[in-house]
């Protein structure tokens, strides 16, 4: 029975819903792994970069005029997108199977992992750029501290499942491609060949071209959320017991979906708070992933039918090199605000049509929406079994 249970609670987790789960969470040690694996080599690759890019600009852009120099630095920036989310996905991988096995295995290896983490990548990056190393092990104390937190919090869990599910619906990044792309492209296009855009956008310095992503973010965070909540409010009004509980075959709740728990346990605020959380994570990954796309459409768009001197001609000043994070880029930087800020609108306009757009939100939306439908059918069934039932309640959550 024991096994059974924890069997369903790691069900609840790996579905991004943590706060359903009764009783304190375990294995902390083990599971904050993939998060210092992601931190880990993001550090790691990093201090490489900014060890081979020279002092200087100068001196960099004349080290990319050796070919063998050009194809490795390409090959970094590459392995700074992509190893630091697989080295993660490895880390969780091998943390289900730990976690799963019993509650003393894995610990050796998280601390040894941890260890690891916060002594060598420190002294590393000391050695590289001779940064202050008691400042890099109390950051790193801080990080370990963070990343236990949150994943006590279920924060860890939430935010993998979001990503998996986002990961999962980028293939149909096609369908919105075809169906919005090309009017999004339209008015965006024209905004990206307008000087006056080139003019306003690049006059803004330092980290101001962020504050106005960040603006963007927080419209669609402010509208997701909204409508996020009213679409949750009518799943629990018109079916407080989720899906049809057949949906769960294959699942830990295959051997009791003949009981039939009487009434309902109103949903608890920190479990709306979960599903609401992760349904917006899933909403934002795809968005990130949208308006990166877009990034990589006009950057490669400016790149090819735009020459520097009609940039300069726009902009109204000489062109600068561009970086990002103090990491060096082969594209003026006036083209990568622009760039940056069109991707960042049309994040928000992925964001919003969703939810509104009714053939979009058919792919995007609502399978969302159902597999929160199927979580509430094995809340009920776990709740029921194992929790009680509410003495006489047949309530049902209000949002």
């Known amino acids: 029975m024991e096994l059974q249970r924890h069997a369903a609670e790691q069900w609840f987790r790996r579905r991004g819903l943590p706060a359903v789960v009764r009783g304190r969470p375990t294995q902390l040690l083990v599971r904050i792994l993939p998060a210092l694996a992601y931190l880990g080599t993001a550090e790691l690759l990093t201090d490489v970069l900014f060890l081979v890019d020279g002092a200087t600009q100068e001196e960099w852009e004349v080290l990319m005029e050796n070919p063998a120099y050009e194809v490795g630095y390409y090959a970094l920036l590459l392995g700074l997108l992509v190893l630091p989310p697989l080295?993660?996905?490895?880390?969780?991988?091998?943390?289900?199977?730990?976690?799963?096995?019993?509650?003393?295995?894995?610990?050796?290896?998280?601390?040894?992992?941890?260890?690891?983490?916060?002594?060598?990548?420190?002294?590393?990056?000391?050695?590289?750029?001779?940064?202050?190393?008691?400042?890099?092990?109390?950051?790193?104390?801080?990080?370990?501290?963070?990343?236990?937190?949150?994943?006590?919090?279920?924060?860890?869990?939430?935010?993998?499942?979001?990503?998996?599910?986002?990961?999962r619906q980028l293939r149909k990044l096609g369908t919105l491609t075809s169906r919005a792309l090309p009017?999004?492209?339209?008015?965006?296009?024209?905004?990206?060949?307008?000087?006056?855009?080139?003019?306003?956008?690049?006059?803004?310095?330092?980290?101001?071209?962020?504050?106005?992503?960040?603006?963007?973010?927080?419209?669609?965070?402010?509208?997701?959320?909204?409508?996020?909540?009213?679409?949750?409010?009518?799943?629990?009004?018109?079916?407080?017991?989720?899906?049809?509980?057949?949906?769960?075959?294959?699942?830990?709740?295959?051997?009791?979906?003949?009981?039939?728990?009487?009434?309902?346990?109103?949903?608890?605020?920190?479990?709306?708070?979960?599903?609401?959380?992760?349904?917006?994570?899933?909403?934002?990954?795809?968005?990130?992933?949208?308006?990166?796309?877009?990034?990589?459409?006009?950057?490669?768009?400016?790149t090819l039918a735009v020459r520097h001197e009609v940039m300069k001609a726009w902009s109204t000043h000489d062109l600068t090199s561009g970086?990002?994070?103090?990491?060096?880029?082969?594209?003026?930087?006036?083209?990568?605000?622009?760039?940056?800020?069109?991707?960042?609108?049309?994040?928000?306009?992925?964001?919003?049509?969703t939810a509104t757009d009714a053939r979009i939100r058919q792919s995007f939306f609502d399978p969302l929406i159902e597999h929160m439908a199927v979580n509430l059918s094995a809340r009920h069934l776990y709740l029921g079994r194992w929790v009680g039932q509410p003495s006489g309640s047949t309530t049902q959550s209000t949002m």
């Not at 050796?108 to 890099?136: E, K, Q, R």
């Not at 060096?328 to 928000?348: C, D, H, K, R, T």
């Open 87 to 167: 080295s993660a996905w490895l880390a969780m991988m091998w943390v289900r199977r730990a976690t799963a096995a019993g509650a003393s295995r894995g610990r050796v290896t998280a601390v040894v992992a941890i260890a690891l983490y916060l002594v060598a990548l420190p002294l590393i990056g000391y050695l590289i750029d001779a940064t202050s190393l008691l400042f890099n092990l109390v950051q790193g104390v801080l990080m370990v501290v963070a990343a236990i937190v949150l994943v006590a919090l279920g924060v860890g869990s939430v935010f993998a499942w979001a990503t998996r599910m986002a990961v």
């Open 183 to 302: 009017l999004l492209l339209l008015f965006t296009t024209f905004g990206f060949l307008t000087a006056e855009v080139w003019q306003g956008i690049t006059a803004l310095r330092g980290s101001q071209i962020w504050r106005v992503v960040g603006f963007f973010a927080v419209l669609a965070m402010l509208f997701m959320v909204a409508v996020l909540s009213d679409e949750l409010h009518d799943l629990i009004t018109s079916r407080p017991r989720g899906a049809d509980p057949a949906k769960l075959r294959g699942s830990p709740f295959e051997d009791f979906l003949d009981d039939h728990p009487a009434g309902v346990h109103p949903l608890r605020r920190v479990e709306r708070l979960n599903m609401v959380l992760v349904l917006l994570l899933a909403q934002l990954i795809q968005a990130v992933a949208f308006g990166l796309l877009m990034f990589a459409i006009f950057v490669t768009f400016g």
């Open 323 to 353: 970086t990002i994070y103090g990491i060096y880029l082969p594209f003026p930087n006036e083209l990568l605000q622009v760039s940056i800020f069109l991707a960042a609108f049309s994040g928000l306009y992925f964001a919003t049509s």
